[in-house]
């Protein structure tokens, strides 16, 4: 839904249009009001406001300077100017402004609805450009590498895709890879030398990595490459001819041409770079993270903390590798998703712990060590960073959940450990996030109360308990069902009925005391809430 903002030196004809306008109705969700060009504009900056009506002439700053300074920032705001002066001066710099209408006043409510109606059906209409499929791709095509990068990289995570959505992405990033081709792979480590690299400096060191990589192999390989998550860069390579001649021959090629990288990457970076090439072609997209693998345990085992080193990572001489534990080291990290919050992500994370923790509880007892370490130490990082300990969430003492645990006699005495704690500790986050939404709640109930006859704008009611005020529209209205200015409407017309019961107040004190500067205007909104005038419901109450 879009937002309004509505700016009139007259806070009556602001909270005029506020009531009777069906802003739900016509697709807009939160209203703002401001009673100057200046706070207008504090508001512009803070929230997300997609039309503004706002009055020409008002005291200090002008509606005209004030869209002049929302142009500055954003020329997709639209702008209803309201003016009671039928100046073609004033219409001549609204139109040069880019303002969706000039209404004069007096302005028919029907008027400003129809008006209303045809911007959000222009701001309906850019967006749905803005998200077309052709903007879309034309954007991909922008982003081309890194993008393709992104899909590489995720694809060395061994993140499982279906095949289809896998050939989709390669195809709208016009990559030369196709499922089932013979892939090969090399990967260098920036060594020493590059430690002080800011990133800009990084990145084009990176690319001009991939620019000798292209001038090396590029006449017979298509290359595709990306940075893995340990800060490698990993090149993919497919020939571009088919051969079917000898393979040993073909990957001493590839030895080669990696060798003759590693020599160049040196001398023209002046920098020390270690490069592993894995001693295969593989079948894409299969075995692509487990070449991967290879070459990290090669430039792990065979080279270590020393640098300028080319070695060739060869599958037989790592027994080791296919016999881990997986699902704990894929991204996203469990503990990423606890702390993001993503509790429904993170379930699902522990479910495929536990099915592949299944598969592999006969081979040895330290993969279930593996797993209960690992989850012990994401439940106890994210205990600690909300300020609990996670003994007392689990309701002992500090080693509340280990007693429960110790020893690990089966499957699922650990699983059903891990899923209690799990249960505990999302009750836990989630209560705490209720108690401070019904503290924002009661702190903003506060304010109103105290503050009945003053100004109860959303900012103002923002700026006193120091929150953004998309964040607490949104809060206040996930805790109670209503609106912030539906409760300052309910305590302003409760305190009017008191008044008008309980005392001899005359009705413009009454307007006063209740936050309405006009008479008028108090007696408007009065008779929509009650279905009568407060002259009415005073006699009504003392018969």
């Known amino acids: 839904m879009f937002h309004v903002l509505i700016v009139d030196d007259y806070p009556d004809q602001v909270e005029s249009m506020v009531s009777t306008i069906p802003f739900e109705e016509l697709g807009i969700g939160e209203v703002y009001k401001a009673y100057s060009g200046m706070e207008a504009l504090d508001i512009v900056k803070s929230c997300t406001v997609d039309i503004v009506i706002t009055d020409i002439r008002m005291p200090g700053m002008s509606g005209l300077e004030l869209l002049q300074r929302i142009r500055e920032s954003s020329g997709k705001t639209k702008c209803i100017f309201i003016s009671g002066h039928a100046d073609f001066d004033y219409a001549k710099q609204a139109i040069e402004l880019q303002s969706s209408h000039y209404l004069l006043k007096p ?21 749905e450009e803005v998200a077309s499929y052709q903007r879309a791709v034309h954007t991909l095509r922008e982003h081309m590498s890194l993008l393709s990068g992104e899909l590489l990289n995720h694809l060395l995570q061994d993140r499982r895709y279906p095949q289809a959505v896998i050939a989709r992405r390669m195809g709208m990033l016009d990559l030369p890879f196709r499922i089932g081709d013979r892939t090969g792979m090399f990967l260098m480590r920036l060594e020493d030398g590059f430690d002080d690299f800011d990133d800009y400096d990084l990145s084009l060191m990176e690319f001009a990595v991939a620019n000798i990589a292209g001038e090396i192999f590029g006449d017979r390989y298509h290359l ?64 692509l993270s487990r070449m991967h693998q290879i070459c990290l345990s090669a430039i792990r085992r065979q080279i270590g903390d020393e640098s300028d080193f080319f070695v060739t990572a060869r599958e037989e001489s790592e027994p080791s590798i296919a016999r881990g534990l997986r699902v704990p080291y894929q991204p996203p990290l469990l503990i990423h998703l606890l702390e993001t919050g993503s509790w429904e992500k993170a379930a699902r994370k522990l479910d495929d712990m536990f099915a592949e923790l299944a598969q592999k509880w006969a081979e040895s007892p330290e993969y279930a060590q593996e797993v209960l370490f690992s989850v012990m130490s994401s439940f106890h990082y994210v205990a600690h960073k909300n300020g609990r300990q996670l003994g007392e969430i689990m309701g002992g003492g500090h080693h509340g959940w280990m007693e429960g645990v110790q020893p690990i006699s089966s499957y699922k005495q650990l699983r059903d450990a891990v899923y209690l704690a799990f249960a505990r500790l999302s009750e836990d986050a989630q209560r705490n996030t209720k108690d401070s939404r019904k503290l924002i709640v009661k702190r903003i109930h506060h304010f109103i109360e105290a503050n009945i006859a003053n100004d109860l704008t959303l900012q103002a009611i923002a700026d006193h308990v120091k929150l953004h005020p998309a964040y607490l529209s949104k809060a206040y209205k996930t805790e109670t069902g209503m609106n912030v200015g539906d409760y300052v409407l309910k305590q302003r017309m409760a305190l009017a009925a008191r008044l008008l019961q309980d005392g001899s107040d005359k009705i413009y004190e009454i307007a006063t005391q209740t936050g309405y500067l006009t008479t008028h205007y108090f007696s408007k909104v009065f008779k929509s809430y009650f279905g009568m005038t407060p002259l009415e419901f005073r006699e009504k109450s003392s018969t």
Request: glycine residues 2%; aromatic residues 10%.
């Open 224 to 287: 595709w490459h990306c940075k893995d998550t340990y800060d490698n860069l990993v090149f993919l390579l497919k020939a571009k001819k088919a051969d079917e001649g000898d393979q040993a021959a073909e990957w001493r090629q590839v030895e080669k041409l990696a060798a003759s990288m590693h020599r160049s990457a040196g001398a023209y970076l002046k920098r020390s770079v270690s490069i592993a090439v894995s001693d295969r072609f593989e079948a894409f997209p299969e075995r």
């Open 107 to 127: 302005v028919e409510t029907e008027e400003l609805i129809r008006t209303l109606t045809s911007v959000v059906a222009e701001l309906h209409a850019e967006w």
